[in-house]
Nanobody, 128 residues
Framework: QVQLVESGGGLVQAGGSLRLSCAASGRDFSGYSMGWFRQAPGKEREFVAAIAWGTGRTYYANSVKGRFTISRDNVKNTVYLQMNSLKPEDTAVYYC?????????????????????WGKGTLVTVSS
């Protein structure tokens, strides 16, 4: 059974940092791109960041560029999201995702339904 399990969410003050982790299990994730999405209350789920398997190339939403960093450990099948300079508008449930396709610059426009696997999410709350 494939599982993506997120951890590291919590409450932080504006300007602070958090590091999210996503542990993937249940299949061979070689060749899978990994990503993070988020959904704020009353809003649609949106792309945050993604990282390709082979090249390690990274992609970011404009709203998080320069503040968030995605990385992965292919041996541990784990992807990380380092979030710095957090803002109240970053408050959301953050979801880990894995897909056999590297969507490249199209990640922000990729329909949620085509992504192979999702985690259950971890809540990040940024207070002002």
């Amino acid at each position: 059974q494939v599982q993506l399990v997120e951890s590291g969410g919590g409450l932080v003050q504006a300007g602070g940092s958090l590091r999210l982790s996503c542990a993937a299990s249940g299949r061979d994730f070689s060749g899978y791109s990994m990503g993070w999405f988020r959904q704020a209350p009353g809003k649609e789920r949106e792309f945050v960041a993604a990282i390709a398997w082979g090249t390690g190339r990274t992609y970011y939403a404009n709203s998080v560029k320069g503040r968030f960093t995605i990385s992965r450990d292919n041996v541990k099948n784990t992807v990380y999201l380092q979030m710095n300079s957090l803002k109240p508008e970053d408050t959301a449930v953050y979801y880990c995702a894995a897909d056999s396709v590297d969507h490249g610059s199209a990640w922000p426009r990729t329909p949620m339904a085509v992504i192979n696997y999702w985690g259950k999410g971890t809540l990040v709350t940024v207070s002002s």
